[in-house]
């Protein structure tokens, strides 16, 4: 299933260039007669006019669609921005990364994170500290392709967000964009496992090398429902150890978020 849709990839990407550089190649066997040689008889027939429908074919107009830096990517990804109205930009990722992982195509243009759940755990998160939803805020997926994490090494992932701050820039800029969260994978991609780890809940401005602006790296909605989904599976036994462990590690990750998050609202004097 993951070759066939690895391949239904490349044949969307070879579509989008050649509908781009509008290029299409015709190949004439040698043994098959020349149109200019084909002679047709017509001969009229009155038919009824069908009703006109008009068609629409659009190539979407994001930026990560027709940027050609990353030679190796497979295709852009489907609502790779997300405007809102508050100065804080998020960068996440919803591609896949780990090798033999499950491809994720998002659905809705409007869709952000990967499953309802994430965005309403972050929603909630964001409005406890901030007043307001996690909408408000910007978000840009980095990088802002699909790739094929079967022969992607770390350096090509590095390479590949290094290459999309470019995008970045032009956001924070056109925006006047006033800090940085850097979570999930998009943040274990850019800065490595080790350093992603210890950087977590730290703000500084040298996060990203492109630019100076306050950024703090944190943990992903995604890894905070693992520890909901883990403490639920030990329910059964509510009295047990391992139930009783589970939630406060979920509990004490949340405080922890939302005390980040905090610190980071008054770094910025929101």
Same mark, same amino acid.
């Given at each position: ?7 239904? %990839? ?6 989008? #260039? ?21 002679? %047709? !008889?017509?001969?009229? +027939? ?17 930026? !990560?669609?027709?940027?050609? +830096? ?55 998160? +964001? ?12 978000? #840009? ?130």
């Amino acid at each position: 299933m993951k070759e066939i849709l690895n391949q239904f %990839y490349s044949v969307l990407s070879d579509s989008m #260039q050649l509908l781009n550089e509008n290029e299409f190649p015709i190949h004439k066997l040698e043994t098959e007669t020349s149109p200019e040689n084909i002679s %047709y !008889n017509w001969k009229e +027939i009155e038919v009824e006019k069908p009703t006109k429908v008009k068609h629409k074919f659009t190539i979407s107009g994001e930026k !990560n669609f027709s940027c050609k +830096i990353c030679k190796s990517k497979l295709m852009g990804i489907k609502g790779f921005q997300h405007k809102g109205t508050k100065p804080i930009l998020v960068l996440h990722y919803t591609g896949e990364f780990k090798p033999n992982g499950t491809p994720f195509i998002k659905t809705k243009k409007e869709q952000i994170f990967r499953t309802n759940v994430s965005e309403d755990l972050f929603d909630r998160m +964001i409005k406890k500290v901030f007043g307001f939803g996690m909408r408000d805020l910007y978000f #840009q997926e980095f990088p802002g392709c699909n790739f094929n994490p079967d022969t992607s090494s770390l350096e090509d992932w590095k390479l590949r967000q290094t290459n999309c701050e470019i995008h970045v820039q032009e956001l924070v800029q056109e925006e006047k964009i006033k800090g940085i969260i850097l979570t999930g994978s998009a943040a274990t991609l850019y800065l490595g496992k080790d350093k992603a780890s210890a950087s977590l809940g730290k703000i500084s401005d040298s996060l990203l090398t492109a630019m100076k602006i306050p950024s703090i790296v944190l943990r992903s909605s995604d890894g905070i429902l693992s520890l909901e989904e883990k403490r639920k599976r030990l329910e059964k036994d509510k009295n047990s150890k391992e139930f009783l462990e589970a939630r406060k590690e979920e509990n004490e990750v949340k405080a922890l978020v939302v005390k980040q998050l905090t610190e980071f609202k008054e770094f910025l004097k929101f």
